[in-house]
């Protein structure tokens, strides 16, 4: 039953390398369209590059290059929309009011990472600070936790993704991750590097959680939709859109977009909690 | 008419076609310096060599208490994953390659040697996804269960499939090496009275060494550039360690986790290509390694 089981798994795992489309089919030739340029995080571009292929109003130039460079350059004029996972800091608010800019906020999606581990595993609650402790390398026992006498094997993300970012931030609290532990490049293959592994523990998106693996609650609350958008599961953040005051009507046409029915779907799609 | 064409328009063109390949290779060069260039520019190449650490998005925070960009670039922990894994796979494949090789030069009738050896060829044309994926599948459950540790996916595992990858490119050029031992050393070795399996291995593998060594060579070219293998299998873990039942991260590995989501044109973009140029320079050292040894016949 084991060994049959494992081949369902990689299978999907194979298919979820390939690239994933948007399924967003190419609209005719737009004449006069404004282009509008979105600069910023990462973990938001997928949407928007989904966005952008279905969006006829406007052509949009997404480049994901980081939720700071996204809002230093909406500061600098550089861009009409930034795109970030954070809000923005104190700092870089006097800096756009010294510019004589007023960036407004447009939350378009929550996005939330579940703790996983073997549905074998007895432990089914942690605190934030055992996760941390965990990645640290300071718990790698279950005992500690309750559990079994067995190893923990921390399973992580490649560090420039978004969900490693999300967790670096909440979880870790910027501090750097246990070396050895085991490191994979999507959400798929940490799913399945810890539906193999009694000892695992690892960190995935909301929408990725299956019956393969089983979430914990973490400060006993469980991860679900209704928890991550009523603000009581902590591992979990607010996407945003920012534009400054004043912009443009296709700029606000846009943000009405995203904040609309389809723009919500994509959301949704992309593996994020729609609003 | 034809001879006029095949003159002066085909023979151009397939010189064109020959250089073609030398201006790709320059190309590679040339791109790979660029974007490596500026990485040691921007960080300390001491550190990047010595370094035992690859934290490429770390942050601190400075007397401030603000967050700010603190990467670490250390290439240890990767070449050593590289080296590891690489070596453990060609002790692996040696014995295996060695064997087959003399069964098919010396042991095999004729017919059996005409089936088996474009099999083995055949092993070498599977795409490498495939051999990741058996060994996700077949290889890490079976070594996590073997040795009773906690995850499947480490250096042994992917030296294993690694070590099959390899197997069909030793085997092939091993296999020719001992072929080509003149005929005189053998009947004279069987004549002297010395049974076959005496002659086999004091006589035939000793004559063929350099061959056989310039086979294992290009093996190691064709493992340390595996990437779809490693990333499926070795299990990613980038501490620096001498232990291959842990979760290795092979250069290779590293560069095919993180190109996807580095900044264009920051640090760990141009690490990366520093990365590729490291393991450029191993294997096309490695290769030019195995043509002087095969033409030297030490």
Redesign the interface.
């Given at each position: 039953m084991h060994k049959y089981s494992t081949i369902p798994i990689a299978l999907t795992l194979v298919l979820g390398m390939a690239l994933t489309g948007c399924g967003g089919e190419g609209n005719g030739e737009p004449s006069e369209v404004v282009t509008l340029s979105v600069n910023g995080s990462t973990t938001v571009t997928p949407i928007m590059q989904c966005v952008a292929e279905v969006y006829e109003a406007a052509d949009l130039e997404v480049s994901g290059t980081g939720s700071g460079d996204g809002i230093t350059a909406l500061i600098d004029g550089r861009t009409d929309l930034a795109m970030s996972s954070r809000k923005m800091k104190d700092k870089e608010k006097e800096d756009a009011a010294a510019k004589g800019v007023k960036p407004v906020e447009v939350v378009i999606a929550r996005d939330g990472i579940a703790i996983v581990v073997h549905p074998s595993n007895p432990v089914s609650g942690l605190t934030l600070e055992q996760v941390k402790d965990i990645y640290l390398g300071k718990i790698t026992n279950w005992k500690a936790l309750g559990g079994p006498d067995a190893e923990i094997v921390p399973v992580t993300r490649d560090s420039a993704s978004g969900t490693f970012e999300v967790f670096a931030e909440l979880v870790m609290d910027k501090e750097p991750i246990v070396p050895g532990a085991v490191t994979q490049n999507s959400n798929g293959t940490v799913r399945s590097a810890v539906a193999e592994s009694e000892g695992a523990i690892g960190y995935v998106g909301l929408g990725y959680v299956d019956k393969t693996v089983k979430a914990v609650a973490i400060d006993g609350v469980v991860p679900s939709e209704d928890t991550v958008n009523g603000g009581t599961y902590k591992i979990a953040r607010d996407l945003n859109l920012y534009y400054p005051e004043g912009a443009s009507q296709a700029v606000l046409d846009l943000v009405k977009f995203v904040l609309g029915k389809e723009g919500q779907k994509i959301v949704a799609d992309e593996g994020f909690i729609p609003l | 008419m034809a001879r006029f064409t095949s003159e002066t328009i085909v023979k151009p063109l397939l010189g064109f076609f020959a250089l073609l390949s030398l201006v790709f290779l320059a190309g590679i060069l040339v791109t790979l310096l660029t974007e490596s260039g500026p990485f040691f520019g921007e960080y300390n190449p001491l550190e990047f060599f010595t370094g035992t650490?690859?934290?490429?998005?770390?942050?601190?925070q400075n007397a401030d208490g603000?967050?700010v960009s603190d990467p670490q670039f250390g290439l240890l922990?990767l070449l050593g994953a590289s080296l590891q894994v690489t070596i453990l796979a060609l002790i692996i494949a040696l014995p295996l390659s060695l064997g087959a090789a003399v069964f098919l030069a010396e042991i095999a009738p004729p017919v059996l040697r005409e089936i088996i050896k474009p099999l083995i060829e055949l092993l070498a044309g599977i795409p490498s996804?495939v051999f990741g994926?058996i060994g996700?599948?077949l290889v890490?459950?079976f070594i996590?269960d073997l040795f009773d540790i906690?995850?499947?996916?480490n250096g042994l595992s992917a030296s294993i499939v690694l070590a099959f990858m390899a197997f069909p490119t030793i085997t092939s050029l091993a296999e020719d090496a001992i072929s080509a031992v003149p005929r005189d050393l053998k009947e004279a070795s069987l004549a002297m009275g010395a049974n076959r399996w005496e002659t086999v291995s004091r006589v035939l593998v000793p004559s063929a060494r350099s061959g056989i060594f310039s086979a294992v060579i290009l093996g190691f070219g064709r493992v340390i550039g595996e990437t779809m293998t490693v990333?499926m299998v070795a299990?990613?873990?980038?501490?620096?360690?001498f232990d291959p039942l842990?979760?290795l991260?092979p250069m290779t590995a590293t560069i095919?986790?993180?190109m996807?989501?580095?900044?264009q044109g920051g640090p760990?973009y141009h690490a990366l290509f520093a990365l590729a140029l490291m393991l450029l320079a191993i294997t096309l050292g490695f290769n030019l390694l195995a043509e002087r040894i095969r033409k030297r016949d030490f």
């Amino acid at each position: 039953m084991h060994k049959y089981s494992t081949i369902p798994i990689a299978l999907t795992l194979v298919l979820g390398m390939a690239l994933t489309g948007c399924g967003g089919e190419g609209n005719g030739e737009p004449s006069e369209v404004v282009t509008l340029s979105v600069n910023g995080s990462t973990t938001v571009t997928p949407i928007m590059q989904c966005v952008a292929e279905v969006y006829e109003a406007a052509d949009l130039e997404v480049s994901g290059t980081g939720s700071g460079d996204g809002i230093t350059a909406l500061i600098d004029g550089r861009t009409d929309l930034a795109m970030s996972s954070r809000k923005m800091k104190d700092k870089e608010k006097e800096d756009a009011a010294a510019k004589g800019v007023k960036p407004v906020e447009v939350v378009i999606a929550r996005d939330g990472i579940a703790i996983v581990v073997h549905p074998s595993n007895p432990v089914s609650g942690l605190t934030l600070e055992q996760v941390k402790d965990i990645y640290l390398g300071k718990i790698t026992n279950w005992k500690a936790l309750g559990g079994p006498d067995a190893e923990i094997v921390p399973v992580t993300r490649d560090s420039a993704s978004g969900t490693f970012e999300v967790f670096a931030e909440l979880v870790m609290d910027k501090e750097p991750i246990v070396p050895g532990a085991v490191t994979q490049n999507s959400n798929g293959t940490v799913r399945s590097a810890v539906a193999e592994s009694e000892g695992a523990i690892g960190y995935v998106g909301l929408g990725y959680v299956d019956k393969t693996v089983k979430a914990v609650a973490i400060d006993g609350v469980v991860p679900s939709e209704d928890t991550v958008n009523g603000g009581t599961y902590k591992i979990a953040r607010d996407l945003n859109l920012y534009y400054p005051e004043g912009a443009s009507q296709a700029v606000l046409d846009l943000v009405k977009f995203v904040l609309g029915k389809e723009g919500q779907k994509i959301v949704a799609d992309e593996g994020f909690i729609p609003l | 008419m034809a001879r006029f064409t095949s003159e002066t328009i085909v023979k151009p063109l397939l010189g064109f076609f020959a250089l073609l390949s030398l201006v790709f290779l320059a190309g590679i060069l040339v791109t790979l310096l660029t974007e490596s260039g500026p990485f040691f520019g921007e960080y300390n190449p001491l550190e990047f060599f010595t370094g035992t650490q690859w934290y490429p998005t770390l942050e601190t925070q400075n007397a401030d208490g603000e967050w700010v960009s603190d990467p670490q670039f250390g290439l240890l922990p990767l070449l050593g994953a590289s080296l590891q894994v690489t070596i453990l796979a060609l002790i692996i494949a040696l014995p295996l390659s060695l064997g087959a090789a003399v069964f098919l030069a010396e042991i095999a009738p004729p017919v059996l040697r005409e089936i088996i050896k474009p099999l083995i060829e055949l092993l070498a044309g599977i795409p490498s996804v495939v051999f990741g994926f058996i060994g996700m599948v077949l290889v890490a459950p079976f070594i996590k269960d073997l040795f009773d540790i906690p995850i499947g996916l480490n250096g042994l595992s992917a030296s294993i499939v690694l070590a099959f990858m390899a197997f069909p490119t030793i085997t092939s050029l091993a296999e020719d090496a001992i072929s080509a031992v003149p005929r005189d050393l053998k009947e004279a070795s069987l004549a002297m009275g010395a049974n076959r399996w005496e002659t086999v291995s004091r006589v035939l593998v000793p004559s063929a060494r350099s061959g056989i060594f310039s086979a294992v060579i290009l093996g190691f070219g064709r493992v340390i550039g595996e990437t779809m293998t490693v990333l499926m299998v070795a299990g990613g873990g980038a501490a620096l360690t001498f232990d291959p039942l842990s979760p290795l991260r092979p250069m290779t590995a590293t560069i095919a986790l993180e190109m996807g989501e580095a900044v264009q044109g920051g640090p760990h973009y141009h690490a990366l290509f520093a990365l590729a140029l490291m393991l450029l320079a191993i294997t096309l050292g490695f290769n030019l390694l195995a043509e002087r040894i095969r033409k030297r016949d030490f």
